[in-house]
């Protein structure tokens, strides 16, 4: 019997959970819309304190960031898009963009060899391409 109860309050409980998100990513939407730009950050925040993550809450809380002239935040959130869908045009625009206007650039110590091919052979597929190629081989 106990078991079943924590059974219908896990799924019931996530689809509430679920339905939460939705409402406030709604009114995220909303304040984003109508330029209360800080009001936008707050909600998204709220959402991610959640446990919620996607590329594109990160990309919207991004563009909230960079419309408060925020760039160390709006870049940050780029970055986090970025790693979640490396190959969203949107995302690297927008971050092209934000570290167009940083003022002062440090320059990254060049990356060893060895590390920048592994990257380049990592990045060359997706990950659902990665699993395929792990599940046939």
Same mark, same amino acid.
């Given at each position: ?9 896990l799924?019931?409980g996530s ?12 009114q /995220? ?14 909600t ?10 996607s ?8 563009? /909230? ?14 970055e ?12 690297l ?9 940083i003022?002062?650039?440090?320059e ?8 920048k ?21």
């Amino acid at each position: 019997m106990k078991k079943s109860l924590i059974i219908v309050f896990l799924v019931f409980g996530s689809q509430l959970f679920a339905s939460d998100n939705l409402l406030l990513i709604e009114q /995220a939407n909303k304040y984003y819309d109508e330029s209360e730009y800080s009001l936008a950050v707050e909600t998204y925040e709220t959402i991610i304190n959640n446990g919620f993550e996607s590329d594109k809450l990160y990309y919207n809380l991004g563009n /909230a960031y960079f419309k408060l002239n925020n760039l160390p935040m709006a870049i940050f959130y780029y970055e986090k898009a970025k790693k979640l869908n490396p190959y969203d045009a949107d995302i690297l625009f927008n971050l092209e963009i934000a570290n167009g206007r940083i003022i002062d650039k440090i320059e990254p110590v060049p990356q060893f060899f060895l590390f920048k091919w592994w990257d380049l052979l990592v990045k060359s597929r997706t990950m659902e391409q990665w699993a395929r190629v792990s599940i046939f081989s």
